[in-house]
C-alpha cells in the first residue's frame, strides 16, 4: 500500500524523493508529500491526487536541501485530501513524520494530546506520532522516537525528521522498510523498487528495530535502544523482481504480506476498552434483523465464512449467494435487510448488479471492498475498505484473508449493537483477532513442509478437500485455489457430505485434504477422516500444532497455530494457498496469470 522514501546524502533529496515514489506507485496511493531541509528549515509540500499534481507542486516551489523524507498514501484514518496526506508536522513545524500502518491506540493518545493543548490539523491516526515524538524530543530525535514508541501500540513503518537534526529516524513493526548504503548517502524505503538507482546495498529491517541515518553511516537498535546486527545484503533484481520483493512470483509475494495485510485491516478498528469494533459507518446495524451477503469466487467463501461469524455472534440470519444468481431469483429482501457486498476490486460485474437488486428492493448495503472510488464503493450506502493494498496475482490470497478479518469486524459491530454479544465472548474474541498477524507468520513457517507435500502429490490429476461447519468454506476455498494456479481438478465438500456420492471417488491415488482444527467439531471430523483411510484414500491433514493424533490418522500433516475455532478459516487459508502454489510451481505453470481467468470479471 502505501510508499516510503527518506535520503541523506548530497543530491538533491526532493529528485531522489520523487523519482523513488514513482518506482513506488504500483502499490496504490490516493495522496502524496514531501518534506525537505532547507537552510536549516523543514518544508512540506503534500497534495492529494496522483505523484504529478505533487511534482507540479513543486515546479513552482523548489526545495533545495539534502535531506528529505517523501510518501504516497492510501487513504486508511481520514479522507484522502492535503491536510490527511502525508509527512505530518509537528504544530511548531520543526519535526515532519511519515508512516505506513495503524496505531492502535491513537484515540486515547489523541485525547491526552488535546488535553494538553495540542491542535491536530488532520484526521489521521499518524499526526499522533508527531505530536508525540515532539512531546518527548529533548534535542536527541532518535531517543524521542524511542520514548514515543514506548507508547504507540500497533503496526508501523516510521520515518522522522527535525530540523535540528542530520540524521533521519526510523522504527519498524509490521510494516516493511530497507534501508538503502551508498557513498556519502543513505536511503531508506518501504520496498526495494525505490532504491534500484542508487544503491543495491541494502538492509532489511526486523520487526522491533530502529535505526538513526545520516550520510556517513547508519546506526541499528532495538526499541530498548540495544544495538543490532543486521546482514548487508547485495540486491540483484530487475525492476520486476524488485516489486516483487525478491519472490519469484507476485502471488508469494502477496502470502507473505498477509501479516501486515491483517495488521491494516484491524488496526485501529477494534476497541479494547469496550470490546467491540468501531467501524466508522453510518449504517445502524440494530436496525437489521437478517443479512444477505453477495460475492464472487474466493470473496464468496469469504462471505460464506461470514455467514457463521455473523449467526454466531449477532445471532442474526444470514443467506450468501453468488452475485451472478441473486439478482435472478426475485430475492426477498426490504427495509429490515442488510446487503453485504464483498468485492476486491469493486468492479465485479455481477456483484454491481446484484448489490443494485438489493438497494432496489430497499435494502441497506454495504460494500467490503478493497479499491478505493471503484464502482461499488459509490453504489452502496456504506463502505469497509479492507485495506489489503493491490494485489496482483489473479488467484486471490491477502484480500481473501482480509476479507475473513473485515466481516469478522462486522460480526462483532452487529453482535454488540444488537445487544447478543456479551462482554466476556466479546473480549476474548477480539483478543483473539488482535493475534491474527502473528498466528498467520507463525503459519508461513510451515512452507517447507508444504513444499514436500506438493512435489509428493503434484502428478494426482484429482484432489478432494474436505471441512465442516465454519471450514466447510475453507475447502472450497483451497479446491478453488488448486484449480485455477495448477490446473488439477479439484472437489470440495462439507465433510459430512462426502459419504453421500463423493466417498465413490476415493481410492489409493486420491490425495485429501481435510481441514481438522479444533473445534467442537473435532471427533466428527476425525470419524470422516476413518472413512476415507478405510478406502485406501492419501489424507493430508490440517491439523491445530500439539495434535500428535493427527500423525496416526494422516499419511502428511500441516499444522496451524491455535485460535478461536471462528477465526480458524483465516489461518488456514494460509497453508493451502502455499499448497496450490507450490504444487502449481511444481507443473511449472504461469502462477501469476494462470490461463483463462481474468483479475476483475467486468462482464456478464
Given at each position: 500500500m502505501c510508499g516510503i522514501v527518506g535520503y541523506?546524502?548530497?543530491?538533491?533529496?526532493?529528485?531522489?524523493?520523487?523519482?523513488?515514489?514513482?518506482?513506488?506507485?504500483y502499490r496504490g496511493y490516493d495522496s502524496a508529500g514531501v518534506a525537505v531541509k532547507v537552510n536549516g528549515r523543514l518544508e512540506v509540500v503534500k497534495k492529494a491526487g496522483k505523484l504529478q499534481v505533487l511534482a507540479e507542486s513543486l515546479k513552482e516551489r523548489a526545495l533545495p536541501g539534502t535531506l528529505g523524507v517523501g510518501h504516497t498514501r492510501w487513504a486508511t484514518h481520514g479522507a484522502p485530501n492535503d491536510p490527511n496526506a502525508h509527512p505530518h508536522s509537528s504544530e511548531d513545524g520543526r519535526l515532519a513524520v511519515i508512516h505506513n500502518g495503524i496505531i492502535e491506540n491513537y484515540l486515547p493518545l489523541k485525547e491526552g494530546l488535546l488535553q494538553r493543548g495540542h491542535v491536530f490539523a488532520s484526521e489521521t491516526d499518524s499526526e499522533v506520532l508527531a505530536h508525540l515524538i515532539e512531546e518527548k524530543y529533548q534535542g536527541n530525535l532518535y531517543q524521542a522516537v524511542r520514548l514515543a514508541l514506548q507508547e504507540a501500540?500497533?503496526?508501523?513503518?516510521?520515518?522522522?525528521?527535525?530540523?535540528?537534526s542530520e540524521e533521519i529516524v526510523v522504527a519498524?513493526?509490521?510494516?516493511?522498510?530497507?534501508?538503502?548504503?551508498?557513498?556519502?548517502?543513505?536511503?531508506?524505503?518501504?520496498?526495494?523498487?525505490?532504491?534500484?538507482?542508487?544503491?543495491?546495498?541494502?538492509?532489511?529491517?526486523?520487526?522491533?528495530?530502529?535505526?538513526?541515518?545520516?550520510?556517513e553511516g547508519v546506526r541499528l537498535t532495538d526499541l530498548k535502544g540495544n544495538p543490532v546486527q543486521r546482514e548487508v545484503v547485495e540486491v540483484d533484481w530487475s525492476l520486476e523482481d524488485s516489486e516483487k520483493g525478491g519472490y519469484p512470483h507476485y502471488m508469494l509475494k502477496e502470502i507473505y504480506e498477509q501479516p501486515w495485510v491483517l495488521e491494516n485491516t484491524l488496526g485501529g478498528r477494534l476497541r479494547e476498552e469496550s470490546a467491540t469494533a468501531e467501524l466508522g459507518l453510518k449504517l445502524d446495524p440494530a436496525r437489521y434483523d437478517k443479512v444477505h451477503v453477495i460475492a464472487c469466487g474466493s470473496a464468496y467463501y469469504a462471505g460464506w465464512v461470514g455467514k457463521y461469524l455473523i449467526e454466531a455472534l449477532a445471532r442474526v440470519p444470514v443467506e450468501v449467494e453468488v452475485a451472478s444468481e441473486y439478482r435472478y431469483r426475485d430475492p426477498v429482501a426490504d427495509q429490515k435487510t442488510l446487503a453485504i457486498v464483498i468485492s476486491q476490486s469493486g468492479e465485479t460485474i455481477d456483484s454491481l448488479e446484484a448489490i443494485r437488486e438489493a438497494a432496489r428492493k430497499g435494502a441497506g448495503t454495504l460494500g467490503i471492498i478493497n479499491a478505493k472510488g471503484s464502482s461499488i464503493t459509490r453504489e452502496v450506502d456504506d463502505t469497509l475498505y479492507i485495506h489489503a493494498g493491490p494485489e496482483i496475482g489473479v488467484a486471490s490470497t491477502k484480500a481473501y484473508t482480509a476479507m475473513i478479518a473485515a466481516m469478522s469486524l462486522v460480526a462483532v459491530w452487529m453482535g454488540r449493537a444488537k445487544g447478543r454479544l456479551q462482554d466476556q465472548p466479546a473480549a476474548e474474541f477480539t483478543a483473539e483477532l488482535r493475534k491474527l498477524p502473528r498466528l498467520v507468520e507463525?503459519?508461513?513457517?510451515?512452507?517447507?513442509?508444504?513444499?514436500r507435500i506438493a512435489l509428493k502429490y503434484h502428478q494426482a490429476s484429482d484432489y478432494l478437500f474436505l471441512g465442516r461447519h465454519i471450514q466447510a468454506p475453507t475447502a472450497y476455498e483451497g479446491a478453488l485455489k488448486l484449480k485455477e494456479i495448477s490446473y488439477i481438478h479439484a472437489e470440495a465438500y462439507p465433510a459430512g457430505e462426502m459419504k453421500h456420492g463423493p466417498i465413490a471417488l476415493i481410492d489409493e491415488h486420491l490425495p485429501v485434504v481435510v481441514l481438522t482444527t479444533e473445534s467442537p467439531l473435532y471427533e466428527?471430523?476425525?470419524?470422516?477422516?476413518?472413512?476415507?483411510?478405510?478406502?485406501?484414500?492419501?489424507?493430508?491433514?490440517?491439523?491445530?500444532?500439539?495434535?500428535?493424533?493427527?500423525?496416526?490418522?494422516?499419511?502428511?500433516?500441516?499444522?496451524v497455530p491455535r485460535t478461536h475455532h471462528l477465526l480458524a478459516p483465516i489461518v488456514s487459508a494460509v497453508p493451502l494457498q502455499l499448497l496450490a502454489y507450490e504444487t502449481a510451481v511444481c507443473l511449472g505453470r504461469d502462477v501469476d496469470q494462470p490461463r483463462n481467468l481474468a483479475k476483475s470479471v467486468t462482464v456478464e
Open positions: 541523506v546524502g548530497f543530491r538533491e533529496a526532493a529528485g531522489v524523493l520523487l523519482e523513488g515514489l514513482r518506482r513506488l506507485e501500540h500497533g503496526a508501523y513503518g516510521l520515518v522522522v525528521a527535525h530540523q535540528d519498524r513493526t509490521v510494516s516493511p522498510l530497507v534501508i538503502g548504503l551508498g557513498e556519502g548517502e543513505n536511503f531508506v524505503a518501504s520496498d526495494v523498487p525505490a532504491l534500484l538507482p542508487y544503491t543495491r546495498r541494502v538492509i532489511f529491517l526486523h520487526d522491533g528495530d530502529m535505526a538513526a541515518i545520516g550520510k507463525e503459519a508461513l513457517e510451515e512452507r517447507p513442509e508444504i513444499a466428527k471430523t476425525v470419524s470422516n477422516i476413518q472413512e476415507v483411510r478405510a478406502r485406501g484414500g492419501r489424507v493430508i491433514a490440517l491439523a491445530t500444532k500439539g495434535d500428535s493424533e493427527a500423525k496416526k490418522f494422516a499419511q502428511d500433516v500441516i499444522y
